[in-house]
């Protein structure tokens, strides 16, 4: 389940831009513009991956969250991933990870997040693993 850098979120938002410009959605190609703004400031101008875009995505949609912005957010969902359960988390860490190869059980959060990306937030992690280790 590994997943290689990638910068679909990226491409994805490019696209729009072109998309509503032909459809002549302002509103669509005006948010694109932004968000693809966002994310070349991170980037430095590179195509920015999608580990990176998420976090920024997330930013966004709070503050689209705060100024009730409900384009905003639906707009935002379209590119954020779905999160996995903690359920799902738990079957994954049982299933991959052996907490003897770890000097602290927390130590195999990063090897958690890095393999299962974007859709296991850490903190959702942390929890799943302090139950799994606390015998839950």
């Known amino acids: 389940m590994l997943r290689s850098m990638s910068s679909e979120i990226y491409e994805g938002v490019k696209q729009q831009i072109v998309e509503s410009m032909k459809s002549r959605d302002t509103a669509?190609?005006?948010?694109?513009?932004?968000?693809k703004?966002?994310?070349?400031r991170?980037?430095?101008g590179r195509p920015l991956e999608d580990t990176d875009a998420v976090k920024i995505l997330k930013s966004l949609r709070?503050?689209?969250e705060e100024n009730k912005n409900q384009f905003e957010i639906d707009y935002l969902d379209k590119y954020l991933p779905k999160e996995l359960s903690e359920a799902e988390i738990e079957a994954w860490v049982r299933a991959n990870i052996n907490f003897a190869q770890f000097k602290a059980p927390m130590?195999?959060?990063g090897v958690v997040t890095?393999?299962?990306g974007?859709?296991?937030?850490?903190?959702?992690?942390?929890?799943?693993i302090e139950k799994v280790v606390n015998g839950g």
């Open 114 to 116: 890095k393999a299962l």
């Open 28 to 35: 669509t190609r005006d948010f694109s513009r932004v968000v």
């Open 42 to 44: 991170k980037g430095d």
């Open 107 to 109: 130590a195999a959060i």
């Open 37 to 40: 703004a966002e994310f070349d």
């Open 62 to 64: 709070l503050t689209a």
């Open 118 to 128: 974007p859709a296991a937030p850490g903190d959702k992690v942390r929890k799943v």
